[in-house]
């Protein structure tokens, strides 16, 4: 198996885990954030897991498709000689229970049916397929990855896979069998080439400037380093490589802001000396306008 394309943190996701640390959410935008990192953190478990599929097969992971003016996401496709996996994987814990059509949490509450999700997006994939020219078989897979998942009420469901299966569903994709040429690359790269693009900022809770909590987040647990830039955590970093996150971060944050050494100084709390961000902006970016009207451009 070759990995085409790894799996990244999604731009919404990395803007939403900046604004988290400086800012309180909503309910429903703290749902959605939960929900994000929950659903991403089962993406990396399925991709430990897919590590161990030994066919020859090409690995593309967070396809996104436009068909019939409707956005769909793969989450993990296998190429393999006649047969095109698509993997949806779902990181559900605890008890669920099915009610006919109706999927309902412990507590009671519907929750969108994920094998409608997996049927539409199978029915737009094939449609994308046949438009540039391939006809591929397409089987889709419900991967239920969380150990601690149960679902009450269960139908006997092919395309769903839980958690005590996916040992056996490995040995049988073990068992396809698999050759792939020049064509199966193609595929690949037409996949990869037909992707759409969707602005990570259109679904971010709103925020302005003086809102966010100024500092220097730790890029493993988000808290805030401290005078000497170290962090609760155990984590601690020279100051010229947190004053590049904290300009990048907040180049991500205020796209559209001018990039000055006192803005930067401000953003990261005074917790760095303006000459080394100075030092770091002149190094790193580009010094355009003159005297007050003089910030940083990103070099070409
Ligand atoms: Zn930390």
């Not at 003086?210 to 808290?223: N, T, V, Y």
Request: net charge positive; hydrophobic share 35%.
């Amino acid at each position: 198996m070759k990995l085409i394309k790894p799996r990244f943190v999604s731009d919404e996701l990395k803007l939403l885990r900046c604004l988290h640390s400086r800012m309180g959410f909503p309910v429903d935008d703290l749902r959605r954030y939960e929900n994000l990192e929950k659903g991403f953190k089962g993406e990396q478990l399925f991709d430990k897991w897919s590590e161990d599929i030994l066919i020859d097969g090409l690995i593309l992971n967070d396809l996104l498709f436009e068909v019939n003016n409707t956005v769909f996401q793969i989450d993990s496709t296998l190429i393999s000689q006649e047969t095109l996996f698509q993997f949806e994987v779902k990181n559900f814990e605890g008890d669920y229970c099915l009610d006919g059509d109706k999927w309902l949490t412990q507590s009671g509450s519907t929750i969108r049916n994920p094998l409608h999700q997996l049927e539409r997006s199978e029915i737009l994939l094939k449609q994308l397929l046949q438009n540039n020219g391939y006809n591929m078989h397409i089987e889709s897979y419900l991967i239920f990855i969380n150990p601690n998942f149960h679902l009450y009420q269960a139908p006997i469901n092919q395309s769903i896979i839980f958690p005590t299966q996916l040992s056996r569903f490995l040995d049988k994709l073990n068992r396809t069998p698999s050759k792939l040429n020049g064509k199966h690359s193609k595929l690949a790269e037409t996949l990869v080439s037909k992707q759409t693009y969707q602005s990570p900022y259109k679904r971010l809770p709103n925020y302005d400037y003086d809102q966010l909590e100024k500092g220097i987040c730790c890029p493993h647990c988000r808290a805030f380093l401290d005078e000497t830039l170290k962090c609760k955590c155990g984590f601690e970093e020279a100051p010229s490589t947190a004053i590049l996150r904290s300009i990048e971060e907040f180049r991500w944050l205020f796209p559209d802001e001018k990039l000055t050494t006192n803005g930067i100084y401000e953003w990261c709390k005074g917790k760095v000396s303006r000459k080394t961000i100075r030092r770091m902006l002149s190094t790193n970016y580009n010094l355009v306008g003159r005297a007050k009207t003089s910030h940083y451009i990103v070099k070409s």
